[in-house]
C-alpha cells in the first residue's frame, strides 16, 4: 500500500553477529528503491548490548533517514525481509542478531498496531538510538513526548556504552 506523498521516516540499524559493518552497509543499500530513498546515513557506532543476555558481542548501530512513499506495515515488511536476508533469527528476545531494523519514527504519526508501535516505544530510553538520531536531526519532535531529540539524549545517563566508530561508512 503506497500512500502518494512522500514521508520522512528514520529506521534504526543493529548487528552484533557476524561481519556487522557489512551487513549495516547492505541493509542500507536494501533498503534504497521501491518506494524508499535513503537521504541521509548517521554515523556508526559500537554499542554495548542492553537488555538480553549479558554474554554478547557489542552492537554496531547507525540511524538512516529515507523517505518513503510506503504505509508504514509495508516499511515494517520491507525492513523485516532485509532482516531475513542477512539470516535473522528470532529464538532469544534482545538477543545477538545478524541485523536488527527498528521502525524509530514515521513522519509525526503515533501507531499502536498489533506489529508496529510508531514511535518506536524505547528509543527515548536508548542512547544507542538518540545519538545517531541527534546526529542526524537534533530538533526533530518526538510525537508522543513533545521533546526535541536532543532533549531527550540530554536527560539520559552517559553509562550506555556509546562510540562512534566512523563517520562515514
Known amino acids: 500500500?503506497?500512500?502518494a506523498q512522500a514521508v520522512t521516516a528514520y529506521i534504526?540499524?543493529?548487528a552484533n553477529l557476524g561481519d556487522c559493518c557489512q551487513a549495516l552497509l547492505e541493509a542500507r543499500q536494501q533498503l534504497d528503491g521501491d518506494g524508499v530513498t535513503v537521504t541521509a546515513s548517521s554515523?556508526?557506532?559500537c554499542t554495548d548490548?542492553?537488555?538480553?543476555?549479558?554474554?554478547?558481542?557489542?552492537?554496531?548501530?547507525?540511524?538512516?533517514?529515507?523517505?518513503t512513499t510506503l504505509s508504514p506495515l509495508a516499511l515494517l515488511d520491507r525492513c523485516q525481509a532485509v532482516e531475513q536476508q542477512a539470516g535473522r533469527t528470532r529464538d532469544i528476545h534482545w538477543g545477538p542478531r545478524t541485523l536488527d531494523l527498528d521502525?524509530?519514527?514515521y513522519g509525526d504519526q503515533?501507531?499502536?498496531?498489533?506489529?508496529?508501535?510508531?514511535?518506536?516505544?524505547?528509543?527515548?530510553?536508548?542512547?544507542?538510538?538518540?545519538?545517531?538520531?541527534?546526529?542526524?536531526a537534533p530538533e526533530l519532535i518526538h510525537p508522543r513526548l513533545h521533546q526535541s531529540m536532543i532533549f531527550l539524549l540530554k536527560q539520559l545517563p552517559d553509562d550506555q556504552g556509546v562510540d562512534c566508530i566512523e563517520e562515514q561508512w
Not at 548490548?49 to 523517505?67: L, M
Open 1 to 3: 500500500m503506497a500512500h
Open 43 to 45: 554515523p556508526l557506532y
Open 110 to 136: 503515533c501507531l499502536d498496531l498489533p506489529r508496529l508501535q510508531v514511535p518506536h516505544p524505547h528509543m527515548h530510553l536508548r542512547r544507542f538510538v538518540l545519538e545517531p538520531l541527534c546526529r542526524l
Open 49 to 67: 548490548p542492553v537488555g538480553g543476555p549479558a554474554d554478547q558481542p557489542r552492537y554496531y548501530n547507525a540511524v538512516v533517514e529515507i523517505s
Open 103 to 105: 521502525v524509530l519514527l
Open 12 to 14: 534504526g540499524l543493529g
